[in-house]
């Protein structure tokens, strides 16, 4: 069973950075992804980076956020900048195949921006 460790979630004033990390255990082969889901609001495909390390991003993340992966370490981030009041949501790491890795879930991390 894969486990996936979020951490770094908080709060941040409008225009501030955060850095959400994820610890993977098992394999590095697999595409890794950021998910979020506001309140009242859809679940919401923010970024995906394969194992090759191409990436892809949701327009609404599009020149804001950064994927990358640590593949020695079995890691994954996501290097949120200019975060506005919208980008709240709790915000989940997971593992999986293609542009849509969504077979296995962390517990999702808290991501506040508010004034």
């Known amino acids: 069973q894969v486990q996936l460790v979020e951490s770094g979630g908080g709060l941040v004033q409008p225009g501030g950075s955060l850095r959400l990390s994820c610890a993977a255990s098992?394999?590095?082969?697999?595409?890794m992804g950021w998910y979020r889901q506001a309140p009242g609001k859809q679940r919401e495909l923010v970024a995906v980076?394969?194992?090759?390390?191409?990436?892809k991003y949701a327009d609404s993340v599009k020149g804001r956020f950064t994927i990358s992966r640590d593949n020695a370490k079995n890691t994954v981030y996501l290097q949120m900048n200019s975060l506005k009041p919208e980008d709240t949501a709790v915000y989940y790491c997971?593992?999986?195949?293609?542009?849509?890795?969504?077979?296995?879930w962390g517990q999702g991390t808290q991501v506040t921006v508010s004034s």
């Open positions: 980076i394969r194992s090759g390390g191409s990436t």
């Open positions: 098992g394999s590095s082969s697999y595409a």
């Open positions: 997971t593992q999986g195949v293609g542009w849509d890795p969504n077979t296995y």
